[in-house]
């Protein structure tokens, strides 16, 4: 079974996101969106928030897993039988940061591969820490995140 896996933190997933998810699954037998925790930043959602908003918002796609570690990809790259990481350039700092990480991760498992997607120019700005502050201000976040979920954010983040 050819698998792979596409991390993130998804605090919230956004529609550059699941544009990411739909192009990927076509590529593989299945597509592991990996909940990934992340020691840099502080989430909004709780581990089983992010997977019922993925799980909603990927329902219509019939080769996805959604899963959580807080080892490294790498480590469960291994343990699940995946060999290509997924990752989504949005800027040149995402190149950076990425370059980077795929270049440890290679050196950590030399038969790990990265495959670098972009997404298209409408979700190329779209972030969750950009989804976040919108909500927040209580601007209308219907153009980044898949609508089944519009609700369940802005309910979250307007109780804090």
Same mark, same amino acid.
């Given at each position: ?11 919230? !997933?956004?529609?550059? #996101?699941?544009?990411? %998810? /739909?192009?990927?699954? *076509?590529?593989?037998? /299945? &597509?592991?969106?990996? @909940?990934? #925790?992340?020691?840099?930043?502080? +989430? ?6 992010? %997977?019922?908003?993925?799980? &909603?918002?990927?329902? #219509? ?8 570690? /807080? ?6 790259? *291994? *343990?699940?039988?995946?060999?290509? !990481? @997924?990752?989504?350039?949005?800027? $040149? ?14 050196? &950590?498992?030399? *038969? !790990? /591969?990265?495959? =670098?997607? $972009?997404? +298209?120019?409408?979700?190329? $700005? =779209? ?17 980044? =995140?898949? +609508?089944? @979920?519009?609700?369940? @954010?802005?309910?979250? !983040?307007?109780?804090?």
């Amino acid at each position: 079974m050819n698998k792979m896996i596409y991390p993130g933190s998804f605090d919230p !997933i956004t529609n550059g #996101h699941l544009e990411i %998810i /739909e192009r990927a699954s *076509k590529l593989c037998d /299945e &597509l592991i969106v990996l @909940i990934s #925790h992340n020691i840099n930043k502080k +989430s909004i959602f709780n581990k089983e928030e992010r %997977i019922e908003l993925i799980a &909603l918002s990927t329902s #219509h796609l019939k080769n996805i897993k959604i899963d959580y570690t /807080e080892e490294l990809l790498v480590t469960y790259a *291994k *343990k699940n039988n995946c060999n290509v !990481i @997924i990752k989504g350039f949005r800027t $040149f700092n995402d190149y950076e940061y990425e370059y980077a990480m795929a270049t440890y991760n290679n050196a &950590l498992w030399d *038969k !790990i /591969e990265t495959l =670098v997607m $972009f997404p +298209s120019l409408k979700n190329q $700005f =779209v972030s969750s820490t950009n989804v976040k502050e919108l909500a927040m201000f209580k601007a209308d976040i219907s153009a980044y =995140v898949p +609508s089944v @979920i519009v609700d369940k @954010i802005t309910k979250k !983040i307007n109780k804090k």
